[in-house]
């Protein structure tokens, strides 16, 4: 299951979860002319979103039955959810997912959580850009598009 294509060190590499016995991240690093280079684990759990960091990649999805967020040298996780977005900013990293049935968005920096935040209850974020959060939610019976200012 693909992830995310991310540019390190002017080379693309491609992350996504594989199933082998347990989910385990990879990263694929390719020349430019798409030719394999180097593939290597990452962590264990299924990664839903994949961003660059601090010239790092970074993940988000779950694990187990937990919402995760891994860098390289830490990693978050909050019962009963999935991360599914990633926005790294100057001072952080902002989360968006869903936990325990209701969107969530976190302010994450070295593993630690800064803020945590439910703006809408039977749904989730799934984009995060400058300033705003788009995601769904259920609403009599019907998915409905959400947009929240953060």
């Known amino acids: 299951m693909i992830s995310g294509l991310v540019e390190l060190n002017g ?8 199933k082998d016995g347990t989910w385990k991240v990879k990263a ?3 020349t430019e002319n798409g030719e394999l280079i180097r593939e290597s684990e990452l962590g264990n759990g299924v990664a ?22 891994w860098g390289r040298d830490w990693e978050v996780t909050l019962p009963n959810g999935a991360a599914t977005s990633l926005l790294p900013i100057e001072n ?13 968005l976190l302010k ?18 799934e ?18 598009m959400v947009v929240e200012r953060i």
């Open 48 to 69: 839903l979103t994949a961003a660059k960091m601090g010239g790092k990649i970074t993940l988000g999805g779950y694990k187990g039955s937990d919402l995760w967020v």
């Open 11 to 18: 080379k693309p590499v491609l992350v996504g979860s594989v």
């Open 92 to 104: 952080g990293l902002l989360v968006g997912g869903e936990v325990y049935g209701k969107a969530v």
């Open 127 to 144: 984009i995060l850009g400058k300033g705003v959060a788009l995601g769904v939610k259920e609403e009599e019976g019907k998915t409905v």
């Open 28 to 30: 694929f690093e390719f």
């Open 108 to 125: 994450t920096k070295n593993g630690k959580i800064l803020w945590k935040r439910e703006p809408w209850e039977r749904g989730w974020v």
